[in-house]
């Protein structure tokens, strides 16, 4: 049976890359920070046929021991991990985000070298090719787009610009002989496997929860074009590139575009008794998110209806309690997101 590693192996996406994996008869490593944070990684031992082929590793980006010991044996390593904040602003950029995402990776891609891994996915963002601001306005954007850096750092988008680095970087260890293909998904929703909230998760949940705790209809959103991705189609294409021989370069990942003001009508017109977003206002920065993923789809992915997705978080929220009590335990980093204070469950 096939060996492969998935660094992060607790996070949002992962768990369903991991039970994807699972499912198809792969022999699973995964890297945690704390392999003893049931909070954070407890739901991976629940997993089918966890319990026989999955086997969790110590291992932070940092320590090039524990990366080489997670990837012994393995043809494949699945790079997730990275920090995914819920906000734009840091105390300090550098250690919090940009030194964890493009050293981390560095240290994942070298120890993948020097043990002949046979393949690797890193994982992106879409934030890697969308904050392009020479980009022709109206037309989708495709993997020839890539993010300003200095547009980044001027505009402090740390997150964007440490995943533009750190993706730039991956691919150029193909020079070295390492076959790395990338994957940048777009703002990824749909049902968590993990018990604290992710960052983008907090999103649709702002959507239909005041996380401020208003009921009074002041709340403001701010009415920007959003793209997004089913999590479940995102574990399917990063399974997807792993898998197919003729895989290459970057992918796009994306499914739907729309203003959040449609979005939230097409939640509401499904869930009509939360409490919805009255007032929507103008973005403060125009970011186009539109996408064109025909690569990915010429290879074999597939994605599933916006209303599936929307049916399928909703549920999921509802059976976890989230949308009946206060506190929203999160996973994101730090603990605001969108400017809402919330409960830190995990370090
Ligand atoms: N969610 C989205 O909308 C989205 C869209 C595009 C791309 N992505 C990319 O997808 C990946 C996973 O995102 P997600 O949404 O699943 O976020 P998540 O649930 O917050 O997962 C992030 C993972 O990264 C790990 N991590 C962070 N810093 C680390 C470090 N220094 N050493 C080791 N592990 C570290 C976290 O470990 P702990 O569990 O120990 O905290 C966690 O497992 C990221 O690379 C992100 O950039 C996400």
């Not at 998904?185 to 909230?197: A, F, N, Y």
Request: net charge negative; proline share 5%.
């Amino acid at each position: 049976m096939e060996r492969v590693c998935v660094t992060g192996a607790g996070g949002y996406i992962a768990s369903w890359v991991i039970k994807l994996l699972l499912a198809k008869g792969y022999i699973v490593h995964g890297t945690v920070r704390d392999p003893c944070n049931e909070e954070k990684n407890g739901h991976l031992k629940k997993l089918e046929n966890a319990e026989e082929r999955l086997h969790l590793f110590k291992a932070d980006l940092f320590d090039n021991e524990g990366l080489r010991t997670a990837f012994s044996g393995c043809s494949g390593v699945l790079h997730i991990a990275s920090p995914v904040p819920g906000t734009l602003q840091f105390d300090d950029p550098q250690t919090e985000i940009l030194d964890p995402a493009i050293v981390g990776t560095r240290n994942v891609l070298n120890a993948c070298l020097e043990l002949k891994v046979k393949k690797v996915v890193f994982v992106s963002s879409m934030v890697s090719a969308m904050l392009n601001p020479k980009w022709p306005q109206g037309l989708e954007m495709d993997e020839s787009s890539w993010a300003d850096v200095d547009y980044c750092k001027t505009n402090e988008r740390w997150y964007a610009l440490s995943k533009t680095v750190a993706e730039r970087e991956a691919l150029e260890y193909a020079k070295k002989g390492l076959n790395v293909v990338t994957i940048c998904p777009s703002g990824t929703i749909g049902p968590m496997l993990q018990p604290t909230v992710n960052a983008s998760s907090l999103l649709l949940l702002s959507y239909i929860k005041d996380l401020e705790g208003r009921s009074d209809g002041t709340k403001k959103t701010e009415d920007a074009e959003r793209a997004v991705v089913d999590v479940r189609d995102v574990a399917k294409a990063i399974v997807l590139l792993y898998e197919k021989q003729e895989s290459e370069g970057r992918y796009i990942c994306s499914s739907y575009s729309l203003m959040t003001r449609e979005f939230v009508a097409k939640v509401q017109s499904i869930f009509p008794d939360y409490d919805y977003p009255q007032n929507f206002t103008e973005p403060k920065i125009t970011e186009r998110a539109l996408f064109n993923t025909k690569k990915l789809l010429n290879l074999g992915w597939n994605y599933r209806p916006l209303e599936e997705t929307i049916v399928d978080s909703i549920k999921n929220y509802e059976e976890a309690g989230l949308l009946n009590t206060d506190g929203i335990p999160t996973r994101a980093h730090p603990p605001y997101c969108l400017g809402y204070k919330l409960q830190r469950i995990c370090g």
